[in-house]
Each structure stands twice: as C-alpha cells, then as structure tokens.
C-alpha cells in the first residue's frame, strides 16, 4: 500500500477495491456495535483552509470511532511559515496529516517534508476521498462490477471529475462528461486516466446523448469555493445543464442520482431529483465516515 493517499492513480485496481471492501467492513461493524479501535493512541493532525461540514466530521468521528484522536488546524498555508516548514513540526507530533486546501502542491509539499502519512481530503485538482466514498455507495446499490456501470457527471470538469477520470483508470467504469464548452477538465488528468481506462473515458457538450443509459447520473456545484466571483457568470453558462426530472429521464430507468454535496437547490439540481427516491446522496455523505476509516486505518496502522 502506498504511504500517502493524494491521488486514485497513485493506488492499483487491487489496492481501491480492498479500501472498499475494508469500508464495508467497517461500516457493518459499526452498525452491528462491533468496537474496531484500530488506531488506539494515534493523532491526526487536520489542515482546513477551506469551510467543511462533510470532512471534518467524519475525519474527525472516524478517528474517535478507531480510538485516535483528531486535532483541527483552521489556517492558510504559506502565510505565518512555509509548507514544509509546517509538516517539519507535524511529523514530530502526530501519526497522520489531512489536508483540505486550495492549492493541490501544498498537498504534495506535505507529503513531501513530512514522514508520516499524508490524506488529501479535497484540493483545486482532485477530491480522492469523496470518489471512494460514492464508488462505495455505487456497490451498494448497483453491485460490486463496475463493468457493465455507466457514471454521467453533468456540469463542471473539476475536482471531483478528476477523480472520477482517475478511478476509471483503476476500475472499468464507464464514464462520460457532459458539460459547457471551455468548462472542460484538465486535459493531462484525463489523458493519463484515459491512456489506463479499462471502461471508457467520454468528453461530450451534449446532454442526450452523455447521459443516455447512464447507471448514475452525477452533478456538483457550478462555482466551486474560490470561484464565487465567476458564479454569476456561470449560472447562465450551466444553466443548461441543470439535473431536473428530464435529464434523469435521458437515462436508464431508475438511475441513481448522485451529489457530493453541498448542493445548490434549484441550481444544479432540482428539488424532485434530490429528494427522488433514487437519489443516494445521503449515502455518499454517511460513506465519507466509513471511507475514510478505511483510508485512516490502514495507512496510519
């Protein structure tokens, strides 16, 4: 197993199905009152530059739920002292740094200076911890071969479809954007993710035919947090784009509905849809918890 958990492509298609199925396990024993206190007198050290009410507490009750404890640190990296000079001090202290910030290099400069373990819990470029959450809720639902699956992500070509791309290269997903022109991903990301795909890896500006037969039909926001001045701009750019009861029509029948959340209702999405039975984004979120567990536990043993 890798030392750092920054990005899915740093992992092997065996590593991310054996956190999967690590997570399952620590979700059911949680449900059944099995105590799993793995990290008994470990410390994570968590870094947020940016607001969170998903990461930082499941990050934070995953790691009393393993026996550890978790120290929050509200700050903004490079300002008061360098990066490395900041994961100097943490790897004195504590067994594990998490990492919620703007820039993806401040990530990889931790881990880079620091000897303990480093978690990526969301940056500009990627959001790891979230994808292997919503492939957990993706199992549960619609079974553990990803083969025959296909993931439509409509809207923004971010973090988040980052991840995604690079799950892809690991498990043979189908998977296809449909967002605005020049609203695409960063054609590296995905040119890497496409050269190892086991399923296929789509681009498209056509909302029928991207999500048509699709399994799932996922969205996020359109102004992501550092975008707030872009945000008017883009709500008449994506507008367009809106999952409403006619999108999720396009797709197969049943199709989940799928959000990493927080979700801008009547944006992105429309209340029907969110609210849809088929909608599990509250799976994804409760998932985070157990995920990320998974991650903590076995990287920080």
């Given amino acids: 197993m890798v030392r750092d958990f920054i990005s899915l492509l740093d992992l092997s298609t065996d590593e991310i199905v054996g956190l999967l199925d690590f997570a399952d396990l620590l979700k059911k024993q949680r449900k059944e009152g099995i105590p799993h206190r793995l ?9 947020f530059e940016k607001p969170s009410l998903r990461t930082r507490l499941t990050f934070q009750i995953g790691m009393f739920q393993l026996g ?3 120290v929050l640190i509200d700050t903004q990296l490079g300002q008061r002292e360098s990066v490395p000079d900041v994961a100097r001090n943490l790897e004195r202290w504590v067994h594990g740094i998490m990492a919620r910030t703007y820039k993806h290099d401040d990530v990889l400069a931790i881990a ?9 819990a969301l940056t500009d470029k990627l959001h790891p911890c979230q994808i292997l959450a ?16 296909k993931l439509a992500f409509v809207g923004d070509g971010n973090n988040v479809f980052h ?3 690079e799950f892809a290269a690991r498990l043979p997903l189908n998977l296809t954007l449909v967002c605005p022109p020049a609203y695409g991903p960063d054609p590296d990301i995905v040119a890497r993710a496409q050269a190892d795909a086991k399923g296929e890896i789509v681009i498209t500006h056509d909302l029928e035919s991207g999500v048509k037969d699709a399994d799932a039909v996922y969205t996020d926001v359109w102004a992501s947090m550092g975008q707030e001045e872009e945000a008017k701009a883009r709500e008449k750019v ?6 409403n009861a006619r999108v999720m029509a396009m797709a197969k029948p049943g199709a989940l509905f799928m959000h ?7 944006s992105e999405v429309t209340n029907d849809v969110m609210d849809a039975p088929n909608s599990i984004v509250f799976d994804q979120a409760e998932n985070r918890l157990h995920a990320q567990k998974a991650i903590m536990a076995t990287l920080m043993k």
């Fill in 260 to 266: 990493c959340l927080p979700a801008h209702r009547g």
């Fill in 39 to 47: 990290l008994e007198g470990k410390t994570l050290a968590m870094i």
């Fill in 68 to 70: 550890g404890d978790a």
């Fill in 163 to 165: 991840s995604w791309a």
């Fill in 134 to 149: 919503d492939a957990q809720a993706m199992r549960e639902h619609l079974g553990k071969d990803f083969s025959s699956l």
């Fill in 112 to 120: 880079q200076y620091s000897s303990v373990p480093v978690i990526n």
């Fill in 238 to 243: 994506f507008k367009p784009y809106q999952v």
